[in-house]
Nanobody, 115 residues
Framework: QVQLVESGGGLVQAGGSLRLSCVAS????????MAWYRQAPGKQRELVAD????????NYADSVKGRFTISRDNAKNTVYLQMNSLKPEDTAVYYC????????WGQGTQVTVSS
């Protein structure tokens, strides 16, 4: 059974930082390109960043480029999202999934950035 468990969200002031983690089980993690997504209230879920299976290539949404960093540890079946210089518009529920969105979604982790 596939399970994705996100953690690390919270309430932070604008300009602050958070590090999100997502632990995957029930899949051969190391062969999956992975991604972080987010969904703000009243908006569609959007891609934030993705990373290839080996971690050598990454891509970012323009809105987070230069502020967020995606990484992974295949030995720990974990993908991370380091978020710096947070803005109120980054407020959303953050989810991880494969880059193809092929896995069952987890519960996500709430990130709230106050101005």
């Amino acid at each position: 059974q596939v399970q994705l468990v996100e953690s690390g969200g919270g309430l932070v002031q604008a300009g602050g930082s958070l590090r999100l983690s997502c632990v995957a089980s029930g899949i051969i993690f190391r062969i999956n390109a992975m991604a972080w997504y987010r969904q703000a209230p009243g908006k569609q879920r959007e891609l934030v960043a993705d990373i290839t299976s080996g971690g050598s290539n990454t891509n970012y949404a323009d809105s987070v480029k230069g502020r967020f960093t995606i990484s992974r540890d295949n030995a720990k079946n974990t993908v991370y999202l380091q978020m710096n210089s947070l803005k109120p518009e980054d407020t959303a529920v953050y989810y991880c999934n494969s880059a193809a969105r092929s896995l069952d979604w987890g519960q996500g982790t709430q990130v709230t950035v106050s101005s």
